[in-house]
DNA sequence: GAAAAGATCTTCT
DNA sequence: GAAGATCTTTTCC
């Protein structure tokens, strides 16, 4: 717990759904470098974002792709709705969803810092500390990311999402064709901070 | 080290 | 019945 955040800096801005009111692979870029925070017992665990991929309605990639369903019921409301579902049957993937209501627009977060609580984190693995979170499905175990949290609004629940001006914007930010998928390769909507330890993937 | 396999469940064909 | 926005462990150079 020691490694924890007890108190949020006064500097710090909270991220509101306006923030995320944007097309996906702009808001995508503008994560990086932006804290995720879970609240667990009363303390904040998490740490800046350092990967992310977007996805939108057209693009056949996208689980939103042929509209509407129970499970993607999150990407189609207001932007800043967490859309979380399982893959392969055993991971949780988080996301946010982006643009205007109505439209199945998200970005899902695939790696982060594990800056704050690290040491409380659940870890499936002996993975090395700056691992621990790198990865859609591993991030989501090291904080207690499940099913839960779907269809809550970022910052209205145990999850929030802040700008902090000394590592908001990153000086710098590749892109690249994003990762496990078949269809949609020609986007290059996977986005990251160069060369930071905590990638899912150089 | 890299490659392959196994775990496990929802969605769509 | 197959594929999927994945990760861990085992197996093989």
């Known amino acids: 717990v020691s490694d924890s955040l007890v108190k949020i800096p006064d500097q710090w801005l909270p991220l509101e759904g306006d923030f995320f009111a944007k097309d996906a692979y702009v808001l995508a870029r503008e994560l990086l470098g932006c804290h995720l925070l879970v609240k667990k017992d009363d303390v904040w665990i998490g740490g800046p974002i350092c990967e992310t991929e977007a996805y939108t309605q057209d693009d056949p990639a996208s689980h939103s792709y042929r509209g509407e369903s129970l499970r993607n019921r999150s990407m189609f409301q207001e932007a800043g709705t967490i859309y979380v579902y399982l893959i392969y049957g055993m991971h949780f993937c988080l996301n946010f969803s982006s643009g205007a209501f109505g439209r199945g627009d998200a970005v899902l977060i695939r790696a982060m810092e594990p800056l704050f609580g690290a040491s409380v984190m659940n870890r499936g693995s002996s993975a090395k500390r700056a691992k621990?979170?790198?990865?859609?499905?591993?991030?989501?175990?090291?904080?207690?990311?499940?099913?839960?949290?779907?269809?809550?609004?970022?910052?209205?629940?145990?999850?929030?999402?802040?700008?902090d001006p000394e590592r908001?914007?990153?000086?710098?930010?590749?892109?690249?064709?994003?990762?496990?998928?078949?269809?949609?390769?020609?986007?290059?909507?996977?986005?990251?901070?160069?060369?930071?330890p905590s990638l899912s993937r150089p």
């Not at 914007?169 to 496990?180: L, Q, T």
């Open 132 to 163: 621990i979170c790198s990865g859609p499905g591993r991030l989501c175990a090291a904080l207690g990311i499940d099913r839960s949290f779907d269809g809550q609004k970022v910052g209205e629940s145990a999850l929030s999402v802040w700008r």
């Open 168 to 196: 908001h914007p990153p000086i710098r930010v590749f892109n690249g064709p994003r990762i496990g998928i078949s269809k949609g390769l020609d986007r290059h909507w996977r986005f990251g901070i160069p060369g930071h």
